[in-house]
């Protein structure tokens, strides 16, 4: 008898018709169901839009809506839940508290860990989805798969070591806090034949194995890697020093948002990107212009902002969520004979400034800006004078001086500023130093680049 395909054949075999007809069912109710959970997060964006729910008669009209999340939108309303509610589960906390039997976090923008929440039944799509991955993967039942993400914090920590469990595979949950001689001691008593962790994770199993246990990481046994959490898996050379390593492992690279919304790349010799695995779920693939957030049509070989939209989560769930990822779309059939869409991930949005040569990441400048806290209110913008990526140096970036500083305090600061910058960084700055809270504080999402050639009229309203 020949072994299933798929953890779950039925829903994994659908055609696009029939997902897309499920999606739009489930979407209709999704947008009600935020708008009225979630009255001081989803509810007043709609509003500011004049756009009602039951005005969404299409895929397309849904495809006409802002980015209504992002990383720094959910610290704004990390920021306020805690002010009004006394939790910093995020205004976006869509079902009662009580409801919320799971959270893990981030390491977060700013410091402070970002949480994510969960229903026993957010659990459940979690654990589905992740099944699915682990099946295409080669993980079965009565697998002994060794756990060396964070176990603390992230996504892939104990809601992985729960999934692989719900699945009836067995996790050793060594988890990366432990450190490597751990995780090798581990491997070493319990014999696993596949290992989920980061793509540097099994890099370095490969360096410290034949030091710590005496023998190469290609005698562990493991037959199965499924990486994520960073980019590898996709990239020739790092697939073939960890396959290599693991004496002719499979790899597979994994993307599973901060929902556990699964994705898995396949088989084929060469990297075709991540299937699709829970359509039925959510949407992973729609893209929007990175600039003009516009939508960008779906076809194959398509190129934009990722946007994330999941129909059954009830606690914290995504909704136009965009994490800053640029993704290739692919909707022809991949060669390895699964159906529905793939992506990539080509990198971050954010990637977008390159100064005379040097590639500079807003959200590097900012951090660098941060660090000067309390001297800095944090808050600059990156002013351009034409379209992006390529900008003219000196750089010229708008930074606001804390509060109480003197002129002489504001003067050294700048100078400060414009050294840490060169000497982390590598570009020239010029610095303007404006009083504190006279940038304008965007609510819908964090604005980092301020673009003179452009009206000053907002594209997001
Ligand atoms: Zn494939």
Known sequence: MSEQLFWNDEMETRSMEEIQETQWHKLQMQMQYI????????????KRIGVHPQDIHSFEDFRTLPIMRNKEMDREAQLKSMERYGHSYGTYLCAPLKDVTHIYCTSGTSGEPSFYTFTESDLKINDECWARTFWRAGIRPGDTVLHGFGLSMWSAGIPVVRALAAMGARPIAAGAEGGIERMLMFARLTKPTALVGTPSLAEYIIEKCPEILGYPASE????????????????PEVRQRITEGFGGAKLFDSAQGAW??????????????????????????????????????????????GVITAFDHQAGPPFRYSFGDTLQLFTEPCSCGAPGWRFKILGRVDDLLNVKGIKVYPAAVRNIINSFAPRTTGEMRIVVDAPPPAVKPPLKIKVEYGAGLSESEIENLRTELISRLKNRLRFTAVLEMVAPDSLERSTLKGKRIEKTYESTVSKEG
């Not at 790349?265 to 003009?292: A, F, K, R």
């Open 260 to 305: 556990g919304l699964g994705n898995v790349s396949c088989d084929s010799e060469e990297y075709q990107g991540m299937h699709v695995v829970s359509p039925e779920h959510c949407i992973w693939t729609d893209l929007v212009d990175p600039n003009s957030k516009e939508p960008v049509p779906l076809e194959n070989g398509a190129v934009g902002e």
């Open 35 to 46: 708008y009225d959970e979630s009255p001081d997060f989803y509810r007043p964006q709609f």
């Open 220 to 235: 562990l046994g493991i037959k199965t890697l499924l990486v994520a959490g960073a980019p590898g898996a996709g990239l």
